[in-house]
């Protein structure tokens, strides 16, 4: 038999220890010392936690500009491009696009394509000229001034102008994109915002470059370099050049030398563009739509609340804090990641983050059940966490690893609305991060800090011991 209201068997001896009694203290507890170093290290991991959460509150603000500023959320501009050729891959060139935007800076561009090639930009950002240099054939050339035949163009080139635009046809290259490894942008001086470029060229282009510039050295001839038909830069060759490498005076604006940068990553578009649009974009969740999502979120909270605390009793109220913890840190993550420029906020990245974010809680969950199991059938409330999380340690580190590697795959494998990376996947390696930090961080530790209060009053929180016959 078992005296309900005290939780001990008929011989009053309490499953949980020797004498019914509370449990012996440590000898820092006897010795009136100061705390037991088991209190102290709860207390250090509620105080990190605590230190998490705020700094998690004060990476989201402010949320409009740090987890809002998404086209789904801002709005923006949409700039749309028609395919010059009708049956030209559109999908690869939306590929190129995409990545020369990325590198000119232009955060959470979408790009895609169809009939032609649209870029939808969020706002605020001033990326007109980015998406004019990434919508570009981007052809890099080299041309020796004696192979162009337009005299007009050939005179102001020789007097020192550029941007000087070559008719098709009216020169000939003898180097492109394809001989070429890289294309530096380099600063003129300090006190100007004006580029040149180090052009650094592959091994066969670097023997026909030491070829022409051997020719040209003892007459004073000049080399021309010509992005997408238009003459940037012309210098003279004194020297042959034979390393390779070349740096080359121009004044070229930064988005205009990263964009032939970019360019020589990239190659030349697969389809050329022709002449784009550009419209405002409105964003597609309002905000009375955000303030709907809020209040069904906070409604979601309450009810899970009342849930736990009708079959955890007072130790739902752990399981509620983990679950908290949970969200503010996934909150923060990502928050981190968007700051960084990582994470793009979309309304398919949030839906992923709420589910990852409850798929952690459950495992969360399911250790604290764990928990309680281990105290109904007698184990110490103090060591219950720990063979808890002894027993469910596989599966609790294969499921984050699962989380891990499945979130980085989707990130940089599964392009999602055009994004050159799936911001959701980023949501999945957060999750695992912040469920693993609310549990050995919020929910054990609370749980051996009230290990007194359940040995007190076990039915209160739900873990009054077992007979043997409910076992």
Known sequence: MRDEKNGKGATGVSRWGAAAGPAPRSKAGQAGRGVPSDARSQIAALAVAVV???ASVLLALPPAEVLGWGVDFAGG???????????????????????????????????????????????????????????????????????????????RVQAGASGVALAEGSYEAFLDNSSIASVQPVRLSASSDLYGMQITFTSEGAEAFAEVTSELAPVGGQVAVVFDGTVVAAAGVSDPITDGVVTVSADLSLTDAAGMQAAVRTGVLPAELGEGTVAPLAASVSGAGLLRALVVAGVVALVVLVALLATMRLLGLVAYAGLVSVAVLEVGGLAALSRAGLFVPTVTAYVVAAI??????????????????CVRGGTDPRDAGRVALRRLAREL?????????????????????????????????????????????????????????????????GVAPRDEGDR
Not at 431 to 436: D, T
């Open 52 to 54: 998490l959460l705020v």
């Open 77 to 155: 501009t949409s700039y749309s491009y028609p395919l010059a050729d009708g049956g030209a891959d559109s999908a690869a060139t939306a590929a190129a696009v995409r990545s020369r935007l990325s590198a000119l800076g232009v955060r959470g561009a979408r790009v895609g394509s169809g009939e032609g090639v649209t870029v939808e930009v969020p706002a605020g950002q001033d990326a007109a000229d980015a998406v004019e240099v990434a919508t570009r054939p981007g052809r890099v050339e080299l041309v020796r001034l004696d192979a162009i035949s337009d005299a007009d163009a050939l005179a």
């Open 397 to 461: 580190g294969v499921i984050a690893v699962a989380f891990v590697a499945g979130g980085i795959a989707l990130f940089l494998l599964v392009p999602e609305g055009g994004l050159a990376s799936n911001p959701a996947g980023l949501a999945w390696p957060v999750a695992a991060v912040a469920g693993a930090l609310a549990l050995l961080l919020v929910c054990l530790p609370l749980t051996r800090a009230c290990s007194r209060a359940m040995r007190a009053n076990p039915d209160a929180w």
């Open 356 to 373: 990852v974010v409850c798929a952690a809680f459950l495992e969360l969950l399911r250790v604290l059940w764990r928990v309680r199991s």
